[in-house]
């Protein structure tokens, strides 16, 4: 790092910095959608859960706008089970592009931590 001027420094450091800051908002963009997505899965459980109560032979019932719509028990649980699937895909998913983003805001991080103590034993 001797060997860079000040400018050059200077733009290696800025672009470290809007790279980790990058990182940091997608960070927190992928967390929220992953508390969304665990809300949801939340309240599915617990609908699927309710249903359970219901009678097998019961009629069902999907709400559409401002109507209702019968429904057979074997396409609301096929619904059910689907949707779940769909939603712990997009957990995985999202918590893998988490670790992802963790990591590239730790090297970053690290890498400007590197910097600044090679600035400072030139200094010294």
């Known amino acids: 790092m001797s060997g860079l001027s000040d400018d050059t420094l200077r733009k290696i450091l800025t ?7 990058q990182s940091q908002k997608q960070l927190s963009i992928v967390r929220a959608q992953i508390q969304s997505k665990e809300k949801e899965k939340k309240i599915l459980s617990l609908t699927v859960r309710e249903l359970d109560t219901v009678p097998r032979n019961g009629v ?31 957990l995985n998913n999202l918590t893998k592009k988490s670790k992802y ?21 030139q200094a010294a």
């Open 101 to 121: 983003l963790e990591k590239q805001f730790e090297e970053a991080n690290s890498q400007l931590k590197d910097i600044f103590h090679s600035q400072q034993r």
């Open 15 to 21: 672009q470290i910095q809007q790279q980790a800051i």
């Open 60 to 90: 069902m019932y999907k709400g559409v706008g401002k109507m209702f719509i019968q429904q057979d028990r074997k396409e609301v649980d096929s619904e059910h089970s689907t949707q779940e699937k769909q939603l712990n895909d997009e």
